[in-house]
């Protein structure tokens, strides 16, 4: 699997740093911070970074899985995906393109 090769050990440590990071300004804000609205803001955005840096590590390894997945079928020769039966539905109406 790919969680121990050097791409993935490098984006864990960016994700980690990101995390540590606004965890760190958070923590810090919230118990030493004044209650202002430029602190509320700054939360949130940090919030949102964190999130969003969780959100993408999450969905960039899933897509990655999927790229990998499909890289392997190809190099056996095998379809993508599973081939499609014809349905009724597939044909024109009749009259179509007369």
């Not at 959100?55 to 790229?67: E, M």
Request: charged share 20%.
């Amino acid at each position: 699997m790919h969680s121990f090769t050097a791409p993935w050990r490098i984006r864990r440590a960016y994700v980690l740093a990101v995390m540590l990071y606004c965890g760190a300004l958070i923590g810090y804000l919230a118990i030493f911070g004044e209650d202002t609205e430029l602190n509320r803001v700054i939360i949130t955005n940090l919030s949102l970074v964190a999130g969003g840096t969780l959100g993408s590590y999450i969905f960039g390894a899933a897509w990655d899985d999927k790229n990998q997945r499909d890289a392997e079928l190809r190099s056996r020769g095998g379809p993508r995906f599973p081939p499609r039966r014809p349905s009724p539905a597939d044909e024109p109406p009749e009259g179509f393109g007369q």
